[in-house]
């Protein structure tokens, strides 16, 4: 063990079959209620042994390596992570995004708890393998890839990361009203709400957004709009505006842009309430964006480190 490291810390989420308990306060209770339906409870209760019993491994195999502990990901915004700490998480590919937002250079590694189930670009790791990759991050030992993480600023001091996107409109996604200042150039917007995407991110609501302009072009005999990829450590940004609408006081010229280091990208809000800004599709963990308030997209000063 190596008595310079911290310790290791396992992220892990609430599976289904848990959710399901906490809404209808017993096991048996969900399970009426899903089979009333004609829902296979089975499933639910396979998933959460399959989940438990990989989560089990991951600990058992991490034991000798350092002190361990375990957290659920509704406690990571408030987790103190040391600088020397091993964070696993273990669950899909949105976990480990909600991870990898709250660290500041410590190594995160992916792991898949049931492969039969789900697939992701973040889990290259199974269960098992936890006894070979542990000891070589303990040691500094590994491969990673860096990934390029967005920074929303309020004005007032507050601070959000992003892995994959940020959204910044109303939490309903019905019409948000905001200024918008991308390199000196100013317009009032009316729209559903700006996707800024990361490298990594281009892959996530970005392309969805892209799916519906290539689907347009086509439809108008336009050609075929390139889809634009970036790798996850490319230093930038990409944002673009959902549905933005023309009118006597709101324009459409800025609807897509790339944000650099030397690039400037602000908002001010004109939403008397229910404007928000959330990163990586987690509504909870968000900031309000309301009247008056100024924000600044940027590329953050720090990356994420996965290993893999």
Same mark, same amino acid.
């Given at each position: ?75 990571? =915004? ?36 049931? @492969? ?10 199974? =269960? ?45 996604? @019905? ?14 917007? $009316? $729209?559903?709400?700006?996707?800024? $995407? @990361? ?26 709009? =390139? ?18 609408? =023309? ?12 944000? @650099? ?24 963990? $968000? ?22």
């Amino acid at each position: 063990m190596d008595r310079g490291m911290n310790k290791i810390i396992i992220v892990k989420r609430k599976t289904r079959l848990e959710d399901l308990k906490k809404r209808y306060n017993t096991i048996e209770q969900a399970r009426f209620y899903v089979e009333h339906l004609g829902a296979d409870f089975g499933d639910y209760e396979l998933e959460h042994n399959n989940y438990y019993c990989a989560l089990k491994k991951v600990h058992e195999l991490a034991q000798p390596y350092a002190r361990i502990q375990e957290i659920d990901r509704e406690y990571v =915004p408030n987790m103190i992570f040391g600088a020397k700490d091993i964070i696993i998480a273990v669950g899909q590919d949105g976990l480990v995004a909600n991870v990898m937002k709250y660290l500041d250079g410590q190594p995160l590694i992916g792991i898949n708890p049931d @492969t039969k189930r789900w697939s992701g670009e973040l889990l290259p790791f199974e =269960p098992e393998d936890a006894c070979r990759i542990i000891p070589k991050v303990v040691k500094g030992e590994f491969d990673e890839r860096k990934v390029t993480m967005g920074k929303a600023e309020t004005k007032d001091g507050q601070i959000l990361y992003a892995v994959n996107d940020f959204f910044v409109g109303i939490n309903n996604h @019905t019409s948000a009203r905001y200024h918008m200042c991308y390199n000196g150039i100013v317009e009032n917007q $009316s $729209s559903s709400g700006v996707i800024i $995407s @990361t490298g990594l991110g281009m892959t996530g609501w970005h392309k969805s957004v892209m799916a519906e302009l290539r689907g347009m072009a086509k439809a108008f005999k336009l050609g075929d709009v =390139p889809e634009p990829s970036y790798s996850w450590d490319c230093g930038q940004l990409t944002f673009q505006v959902r549905e933005p609408y =023309p009118s006597k006081f709101t324009q459409t010229g800025l609807v897509y842009g790339r944000v @650099t280091a030397k690039d400037s990208l602000t908002f001010v809000s004109g939403m008397p309430e229910n404007g928000v800004v959330f990163s990586d599709g987690i509504l909870e963990d $968000s900031i309000d964006f309301n009247s008056g308030m100024e924000l600044k997209i940027s590329v953050a000063d720090r990356e994420g480190r996965l290993v893999v």
